[in-house]
């Protein structure tokens, strides 16, 4: 595995794609903390969507509260638009076990009843520990269970990978 | 004796138990001050509530009442989805004769999580913090004269939303001083803050004099005490903790030390006046004062529960 070359930019376009096939009129993007966020903003800059996308983190439903404990500053949730009835497809960098995706259905619910949510990822790792699916993957892979892959974002705004864990 | 280790703290320098603010460093506050900002939003949802201590069992135990200190307690642990066991201890088991860490070994038995100490006597929840299991986590609610450290926090919240950075602040903490744990916790912050001017102001009965080894100005003369400053605590003058001659009058101290429009007027033109509450209107705050644009004493309130929630998130994540 240690030849795995992920080049970012080129799923971007890929993922560009996918969510564009999504899109209803009416439909909001969320990005999950923080590589979603990221990547969400940029997929809003180039859909040119009407409405303001909105950004949403899992910290204060994560199941793993209990052995990791609290993350400072933990809520960076922001939805800038009435979730009720509303047509939202979340976006995230990596989707591994499902767990994240959970946690974030359960906060995106503390807000409103949406009417329908998909799921867009950058990159599906499999492993997936809950029955949960993302409607568009730019790219699926199998990585050891021990490597941490996470989405990177330099000062121009260009997208790589970070793989943490032993090769 | 406490041991040289900081009880509040793990091996790992993470917090465990809230029992004063005197020795947490600066990283531990702003991490509570930064969690608390991010449930302040929780207020605003539809469901005002996150799930972080579902299944946990707070006790409040109140060995001397505070309604006001046990109901944002009470708010801040439901708002966590934990369950809330209020026991007002002053009048059941303690009056019976039961000793304190009886009293903790039979609520452990209950399986208690966490145990919100508010005590007359000093060093209390430390005792109670030395002697629980060690997945139970401590927070003191007020203890004696010595600390009440999540109202210290909370004042600290206030203070840097509204003023922001620390490091250029002149504050005055005005009146009875001497009885007062909210001064003490004020004082330990604002210092591990970075606040370069603390002024404690009040008559010499009440501003102890060995203050000053806290680092703070110690001012007799309220003019002096509050010109320039960019934020003015003011204390409750607490009536049921004096006895013998402290005070002339409430008239008089008023008089001298009450925060009125005119003396106001010495601070600077944006500084903010800050009250732990309940206040005496008359006898340490005017009410055009209490109620002016000054004022942030409603703020404080609101504050309180985000604050009170990020230090039980906190300790309850951290295991010993």
Redesign the interface.
């Known amino acids: 595995m240690s030849t795995l070359h992920l080049d970012a930019e080129a799923l971007y376009t890929d993922l560009l794609a996918g969510v564009r096939s999504l899109m209803k009129p009416d439909t909001v993007l969320v990005g999950i903390w923080s590589g979603g966020a990221w990547l969400a903003e940029r997929l809003q800059r180039d859909l040119k969507l009407a409405v303001e996308h909105g950004v949403i983190s899992s910290?204060?439903?994560r199941d793993d509260?209990?052995s990791?404990?609290?993350t400072?500053?933990?809520?960076?949730?922001k939805l800038p638009f009435d979730?009720d009835g509303s047509h939202i497809v979340l976006v995230d960098d990596v989707l591994y076990t499902g767990r994240t995706i959970r946690a974030t259905l359960?906060e995106l619910?503390?807000?409103?009843r949406p009417a329908s949510v998909a799921l867009a990822v950058l990159v599906d790792r499999g492993g997936r520990e809950l029955p949960i699916h993302a409607a568009v993957s730019a790219a699926r892979i199998t990585l050891p269970s021990e490597q941490r892959l996470s989405l990177a974002r330099d000062a121009t705004g260009r997208f790589s990978f970070d793989i943490k864990g032993p090769n | 004796m406490l041991s040289r280790r900081n009880p509040q703290l793990n091996s790992h320098g993470e917090l465990i138990h809230l029992l004063s603010i005197e020795g947490l460093p600066q990283a531990v506050l702003n991490q509570i001050l930064d969690t608390a900002g991010s449930f302040l939003s929780v207020n605003d949802r539809e469901v005002k509530k996150v799930p972080l201590l579902r299944g946990k069992s707070v006790f409040n135990l109140f060995f001397e009442n505070s309604t006001r200190t046990r109901t944002t307690f009470e708010i801040a642990a439901k708002r966590l989805s934990a369950d809330v066991i209020n026991l007002d201890i002053a009048r059941s088991s303690a009056a019976k004769g039961e000793s304190l860490l009886d009293t903790i070994a039979n609520l452990s038995a209950m399986h208690a999580d966490m145990f919100v100490v508010r005590h007359s006597e000093s060093g209390a929840p430390y005792l109670i913090a030395q002697h629980c299991a060690p997945h139970v986590h401590v927070v003191n609610a007020g203890d004696g004269r010595h600390a009440h450290p999540t109202q210290g926090l909370l004042d600290m919240y206030t203070i840097r939303h509204y003023k922001q950075d620390f490091t250029k602040l002149t504050v005055a903490i005005v009146g009875d001083i001497v009885h007062s744990r909210v001064a003490r916790s004020d004082i330990h912050a604002l210092t591990t803050l970075g606040v370069p001017e603390i002024r404690a102001v009040g008559p010499k009965t009440l501003v102890p004099s060995d203050i000053r080894e806290m680092g703070v100005r110690v001012c007799h003369d309220m003019k002096e005490g509050i010109s320039g400053a960019d934020v003015i605590i003011m204390l409750r003058l607490q009536n049921e903790r004096m006895s013998g001659a402290m005070l002339p009058s409430a008239g008089e101290f008023f008089k001298n030390y009450g925060l009125t429009p005119d003396k106001l007027a010495l601070a600077k033109p944006d500084a903010i006046v800050m009250h732990p509450g309940p206040i005496n209107r008359g006898v340490e705050i005017d009410s055009a004062v209490a109620d002016g644009t000054h004022s942030v004493i409603l703020p404080q309130v609101t504050f309180g529960i985000a604050v009170r929630m990020a230090v039980m998130s906190i300790i309850a994540g951290n295991n010993a």
Do not use: E, I, Y
């Not at chain 1, 619910?109 to 409103?112: A, S, Y």
């Open positions: 910290a204060l439903h509260f209990s990791r404990g609290m400072a500053a933990a809520d960076h949730t979730v359960n619910f503390d807000f409103g």
